[in-house]
């Protein structure tokens, strides 16, 4: 018991720190593709951040699994954590670094019990619009027959291709880009599905509220229309015995006077 509560309170501390080192990962990741024209140090300085951060998420991941008190079934339930910390290493992509970032990100915000539902959609639609139109960007920027030229046509492409609009005005023209865009769609069908599954999950669960209020007042009703009747009994049983009472006739008392015959009281005789 004290192996997995060891790991429960690791994951509960580190966990504002790695979604901190997620939004350093977020700036490093951007600026070199919104700011093309920076300096070498600036390139160099977010390269650093980046590699920075994949290396505390796999320090994390070793801890936890360190920590973890059945280190075969940790590694069995948390494969997705593995191969995003190994991802990188594969083939140092700057992309595969985003990749394996967001695998990770997501996965610790899903051990949150604080964060709902909500937050998490409304996290996970930002982030992949904002990471979906940088790394569109960086790979068709320089494409011969591209024409996502600038971070305003990726981001007008990211939003149509997450909800399956596809103009088809911006489309990427380069087999890392169209993987791209496979993820994106993929990505938008899957949240859209989580919105209209919460949304039809709350209203059931509004009619559900509902209809068991209604039942409780339905049958707060019987029971007390039960008691009027078992009420109205008992009236109509004092009722009947008043009125038996009544209608009994009266018992003459014994006469008394002159004229009423003498009582003879039998005494036993003296001696």
Known sequence: MKEPSRQLLW????????????????????????APDASARVHGACTYVEWAVWGAFAADYLVRLVLSADRGRFVRTHWLDLAAVLLPLVQPLRLLRLVATLMLVGRRARMAPQI????YVAGSVVGLLMFGSLAVLSVERDAPDGNIKNLGDAVWWSFTTMTTVGYGDHSPTTGLGRVLAVGLMLSGIALLGVVTANIAAWFISRFERDDQAERLQLAAIRELQ??????????????????????????????????????????????
């Not at 209608?247 to 039998?266: K, N």
């Open 11 to 34: 994951e509960r501390r580190s966990q504002t720190p790695l979604l901190v080192l997620a939004v350093a990962f977020a700036v490093a990741y951007a600026v070199p593709i919104v």
């Open 116 to 119: 709902q539902l909500t937050t």
């Open 226 to 271: 039960a008691e009027v009747r078992a009420l109205r009994g008992e009236v109509a049983r004092l009722g009947g015995a008043a009125d038996a009472a009544a209608v009994r006739p009266a018992v003459a008392p014994p006469a008394t006077g002159p004229g009423a015959p003498a009582q003879r009281e039998a005494t036993a005789p003296t001696p």
